[in-house]
């Protein structure tokens, strides 16, 4: 047991990716951070996140920092959604600091 207490102890501790922090579109301070499976806002009186994963894709730092600083990604292909069809979308912020889609026009012949 001595010997894995040593081992363990010499381990390097996992090493966690840093992000940058955004400008809240909700209440307007610098405290948006990324984390592994959601974006939310640090202060407490404010309830701003969004989860990485939307249907069945994950939004990369760029897709984030487009939807917090453009207030829309750009277009997300092979999204799935529930009835498991694939689709192409945006993801646009509302002013409630929701999100919807906003799909692409289909050009006409």
């Not at 404010?46 to 984030?64: A, K, P, Q």
């Amino acid at each position: 047991s001595t010997i894995c207490e040593e081992l363990l102890s010499l381990a390097p501790a996992p090493r966690q990716q840093r992000y940058p922090t955004y400008h809240c579109p909700k209440c307007g301070r610098e405290s948006v951070g990324i984390y592994a499976k959601v974006v939310r806002c640090k202060n407490d009186d404010c309830d701003f996140h969004i989860f990485r994963e939307v249907c069945g894709t994950y939004l990369s730092e760029e897709n984030i920092r487009d939807l917090i600083t453009k207030g829309r990604t750009p277009i997300l292909k092979g999204l799935t959604s529930k009835a498991g069809k694939k689709f192409n979308a945006r993801l646009v912020l509302q002013e409630d600091s929701s999100t919807k889609f906003e799909f692409e026009q289909k050009r006409k012949k």
